[in-house]
Every structure is written in C-alpha cells, then in structure tokens.
C-alpha cells in the first residue's frame, strides 16, 4: 500500500457524517496528504448529512497545502476511530519477533475486520421479519443481517456510534466485486462500512432491463420498484447518483434512465438527466425536504407514486430529432429575393473585374430597401447596410446614377465606406454594435468585397478561407438576416469564385455576373431548394451626372435589364455538369471568335446578328475538351453537342449550330 492509498484508506474510515468542523479538518488533512477532490467528495457523499457536490468543491478550494493540519492529522483522526493502517508497506518494515497476545476480550472497536467480503460472509440471509424491511414496506432479496453472534462491529465514536449487530447489510457491488456495505443498525443512524471505496458500485432492486430508476437509499428503491416493477439502483447517497447514473448508460446504453431524487435536489437531477440523455420527476412541491418515493408510498399508496413516476421530465436536449410528420410542420424556406437570395444566411455575389457586379449589388439593395421586384423576381422589403470597402470613392456617383434613371432611392438603405476587417474581432463586434445602435438593424449585409473585408488573407489557403468563412457567420449570427460576400472569379472564370472551393461549399446562395464585351448576364450559380443556372441579360446605361471644374461631364451607370422578364423565366437553363457542361463553355468561346457575320450556306432561319459555326467545327474545336480515351472524343462531343440540342440551349439546323 502506496501513501495515496494508505491515506484514502484512512479518510474512508472515518465517519462522513461527522460534525462539521471534524469534516473540514479531515478534508484539509486528506489534501495535505497528496488525495484530489474525488476522494474528498466521494467520502463526503457517503455521508447521511450531505448537502452537494457544489457545496464540497467550495469547502475543498478553501483548504491550503501549507499549515498546521498535515497528513499525520488524517492519520491520528482514523486512528482514533479504530484504524489500524501500517505506517510503510511492509517489506520497507524492519522485521521484528511477533509476540502472540495473551487472550483477552476483543475491543470491538479497534479489532473488528472491516474487510467488506469479510464483514459480508459473516451476515445471514434477510427476512421479511427485519424492522426496517417490515417498516419501509421492503423486501430482503439480496440483503443481508449482520447476527448478534458475530464478532462486535463498531462503526463510528461517541453518540453518533452505531452496532452493527441485527443490522440490515446492503452491498454495494461493483459486477461481481463486492465494493463496500451500508449498515442500517436497529438503532441510529446508517453508516458505511470504514475503510473502502463505493468506486462505480451499487445496489439493484430488480433487474434492469429496457429502464431503470435511479435513487439515493434502499428505502426508495423499494417504493419505486413495488410501484412500477421496474428495476430500482440504490446509489447511497445524493453525491452518488452522477456517478452511478453515467455508469448505467455505459453498461446499458438503450436503456431509459430516469432520476427519481429526494425533494429540494431536483435541480442536481436535472443536470445528470441531461448528462446521461435521461430523465427525472419531482416529488409534490408542497413537501418538505428530503422527502422521498418511500414516504410518498406510504402516505398515497403504490397507485399514486406510479402516476407520480410517469410524470417525468425531460432535459431540453440542444439536438432535437423529428419525424416526417415534424418536417412537415416547418416552416418553408423564405427569401429575400424569392428563389435567388434566402432571408438569412451567407451568400454571395461575384464575376470578373469590370464585369458590373457592384453596379448589380447596389441594384439588387436598393429593390430590397424598397421592396420593389427586381428582374421580374419578388422581394421582402428590409433594411440594408452596403459596405463599399472597394472603389469608395465611386459609390456616390452609383447611387446618384440609380436615383437619377429611377427617380428616386430607398431611405432604409446605409452605407459604409470606411476600411472594415472580417478577420479582426474587434471590428466584427463594432459593426454590429453600429448597425443595432443606429435603431433599425440590418437584414442585410453586403461586404464590397471580400478582398477588401479579409486584407492579406491567403484566399487559396484552405486555413486562412476557414478563417473568413467563419467570421462572415460571426458578423451574420449577431446581425442576424444575410450577408453578402462580393467577390471575385480567378483566371479561369469557369472555375467560378476566386480562393478555396470551401467558400462555394459555404454558401446559401451564389449569383455569378459574366460579362462579353458590352453584353453582360447575372446567373444564379447556388441556390438551396431554387434553381441554378437561370441567366439573365443586363447591359450599363450611361448616366450624366453634371460637369467637373473643366465643364466636361461627370458619368457612373445604372443597370439596366435586356431581356423582357416573361421570356428571361421561360429560357431553357444550361447543362450544370458533365460533358454537356464543358462542351458548353468551350462553346461559348467559340461562338464569340465566330462574330456576328451570318456563315455562308447557313440557314435562313438563323437570327441575325446570331453567331453560328458548323456542326464539324464544333465537334473539332469541344471534343479535346473531353476528358475520355482520344478514340472516343467525337463520338462524346456528339453526344454533348445533340444532348445540348434537346435541352433547347443549342439549334442545329443544316449542318450549323447557333445558340437559342
């Protein structure tokens, strides 16, 4: 025997239930002797005065390592109570002629075997006649007596000491290992057995099977399985029931656990319920405390305390899994701008340099802000924070320009120009804290853009792209509503949004702007549960503003829609993936070489000004395109190209194809 368990042997002899300045002093003893706050308060549990695990913790951080009370204290308390623990393991003893005692009559306290196994082989079997099984309605299935023929068994000092002889004995059991034993004298009050541990031990009343109910003492274990049928787990103690309720659901994991504890400790259930995916009941508010199931028993009768029982509650778990039938009571998604930008979320808006997406962005706010339709599509009027943190200085001309071609701007719209970083939190809480103080809040919030908003951030890095992933969901959970990200395509624009593909997979919505020559098109690229892929058409209208000191005008622009809004919606939508897909933007170039200039031999049908290539060029110039054996290239570009004919993206007619 170590130090550590020659001092946890010690503390465990003594009486837990002692007066309180005792209890405090053997704390401070067995702290000094090298024991951690486990040890502490598993003793103290075992205690019939126990209050909480909060009340232990703040006595134990009060005990100092240093002072007048050492680990001779501890030693010198158990001895007192009859501990008989060596001072050194005993092959660091020098050996010494062992004289035999001359015999005598056994002190009962200093020389009773406190071995639980022993004490445990020494009991005879319980019987309905016991007083305390008789009193508490019990039953003596796997109790025991302690005879009075047995040797004396002392447990505790002065008045508070209690003879074991006629006593129920109830073994705490840890499997097969028998831990320690609880006395319950014929008179006084019940103790522990000295000098062992409770470790992850307990006592069952019945047999668990698909639940459990979890309780202090053998007396309420009694009540709730004569009630229900159902096996009862005596923990000894209210310090006890965490750890026995967490050692139930690892041995039986599908079992329904609920805390049935004594009253005015409803909110300690509450918390090992919660930890243990359990539940508890509550014993009748008008009680007094430490009333329990037993007295519930015996005052309203096996009938009542069931109901009681049933009557459980169930911690609020922070994952909350449904049926179909709940799914269906959801609420629908809702938008912002119906089909395209959802009402709450992370989005974003992004094209090339130069292709007007922030002419599209302000656009798109100022309907939001009126709550006007934009592009044909419904919006829900909001409040709008735009943060023009790229090309400041131009966002006055733009919003004159907007008011200008339409009259009129939103009120409920704000602006920002000075510099803002995502990856800075002190400017994340800033902003928030602005927007809630100017008293209207912020549905939503464009960031123009994203470079600007993550000043020296790696975008391609997938670390530092996590970074700015995760301070646009800070600004946006305490703004709540939207944010927009603007940003930009990298080289290849095919590729979409410039930096690490986990900003895409981030996104609630995407629109990408493209732009050729003076023809541009904004196209949904992401839409949870709308459509991606609908292009629509918009060019730049020039906007004269005034003059400058030289009397030569001043000019922005204000978007302007090319397409009528009926016929926009009815447009077939471009392939998303696959061949179809590559062909299709191999296409795309393609068509722009070719020019406006109608081929020779082409069909009268093809509109003009439409550009057309021959089927044979477009075969030749896509099918390297392909990513499949080279024998097998013109035989997939085909069959992307008459697959891009039947979705009505393509015509092809006379051996030429032109885009619909």
């Known amino acids: 025997m170590n130090d550590i368990e020659r001092a946890a042997d010690a503390l465990n002899y003594l009486n837990a239930g002692c007066a309180r300045d005792e209890w405090v002093r053997a704390g401070m003893a067995a702290k000094s002797a090298g024991l951690g706050f486990d040890d502490f308060h598993n003793w103290s549990a075992s205690a019939g005065n126990y209050k909480n695990e909060s009340e232990c913790r703040t006595v134990w951080k009060s005990f100092k390592e240093s002072g007048g ?31 035999k005692p001359a015999p005598s009559q056994p002190d009962p306290v200093k020389q009773a075997n406190t071995n639980a196994l022993a004490v445990w082989e020494r009991c005879i079997s319980a019987t309905l006649a016991e007083d305390y099984i008789n009193r508490k309605q019990g039953k003596p299935d796997g109790v025991r007596v302690y005879p009075a023929s047995a040797p004396p068994l002392l447990i505790g000092k002065g008045e508070e000491q209690i003879n074991a002889a006629g006593g129920l004995v109830v073994p705490c059991w840890s499997g097969d290992k028998l831990q320690t034993l609880q006395i319950i004298p014929l008179k006084g009050e019940k103790k522990n057995l000295p000098g062992a541990l409770f470790n992850d031990g307990f006592f069952t009343v019945g047999q668990i099977t698909d639940r459990a109910y979890v309780v202090e003492g053998i007396g309420q274990a009694w009540a709730v399985n004569q009630a229900t049928g159902a096996a009862a787990v005596v923990c000894f103690g209210a310090g006890r029931m965490s750890t026995v309720a967490k050692t139930l659901r690892t041995q039986h994991p599908a079992a329904r656990l609920v805390i049935v504890p004594d009253r005015g400790k409803e909110e300690q259930a509450g918390k090992i319920a919660a930890a243990v995916a359990g539940e508890w009941v509550a014993m009748p508010d008008d009680k007094p405390g430490n009333y329990d199931a037993n007295d519930y028993l015996h005052e309203a009768g096996a009938g009542a305390l069931l109901a009681l029982l049933e009557r459980v509650q169930a911690p609020v778990m922070r994952y909350k899994l449904l049926f179909d039938a709940d799914l269906c009571k959801l609420p629908p998604l809702q938008w912002r701008i119906k089909k395209i930008l959802p009402q709450t979320g992370l989005a974003a808006i992004y094209g090339a340099s130069g292709s007007g997406k922030s002419f599209l962005v302000l656009d798109a706010l100022q309907a939001l802000a009126a709550g006007g339709d ?94 700015i992933i995760a301070a646009s969901k800070q600004l946006q959970t305490l703004v709540g509503g939207l944010v927009v990200l603007v940003h930009h395509t990298g080289k290849d624009a095919s590729k979409g949004l410039r930096g690490h593909s986990s900003l895409h997979a981030a996104l609630d919505a995407a629109i990408e702007v493209r732009r050729d020559g003076d023809n541009r098109e904004w196209l949904i690229a992401k839409s949870k549960d709308g459509e991606d892929g609908e292009a629509h058409s918009f060019k730049l209208d020039v906007v004269e503003l005034g003059t400058d ?102 015509c092809h007619e006379g051996g030429f194809v032109w885009c619909k």
């Not at 804290?433 to 391609?460: F, H, M, S, W, Y």
């Not at 447009?571 to 299709?584: D, E, H, M």
């Open 374 to 467: 934009w592009f044909g599509y419904k919006t829900k009027p909001c409040n709008v924070l735009y943060c023009a943190l790229e090309g400041e200085g131009g966002i006055a001309g733009r919003v004159s320009a907007y008011r200008i071609k339409h009259g009129a701007t939103a009120q409920n719209i704000r602006y920002l120009v000075q510099p803002f970083s995502l990856l800075d939190s002190e400017d994340i809480t800033d902003l928030a804290q602005a927007i809630k103080a100017a008293g209207q809040g912020a549905d939503v919030v464009v960031l123009d853009t994203l470079n600007r908003a993550a000043p020296g951030a790696d975008e391609n890095d997938s670390k530092s792209m996590g970074q």
């Open 549 to 650: 000191e030289d009397g030569e005008p001043i000019t922005s622009c204000a978007i302007h829609p090319t397409e009528k809004i009926a016929e926009a919606l009815r447009r077939p939508l471009p392939p998303k993936s696959g061949n179809q897909r590559v062909v299709w933007d191999a296409l795309g170039a393609i068509f722009r070489q070719a020019g406006n200039v109608k081929p020779e031999g082409a069909p009268n049908t093809l509109p003009q000004g439409r550009p057309c290539i021959t089927l044979d060029a477009a075969i030749d110039s896509t099918r390297t395109k392909l990513v499949c054996d080279a024998k097998r290239q013109t035989e997939r570009a085909q069959a992307a190209i008459r697959g891009l004919v039947d979705r009505g993206v393509l």
């Open 69 to 99: 009370v050492t680990p001779a204290t501890l030693f010198g308390m158990a001895r007192t109570q009859g501990w008989q623990g060596e001072t050194r393991a005993k092959d660091e003893r020098p050996a010494r002629p062992i004289a």
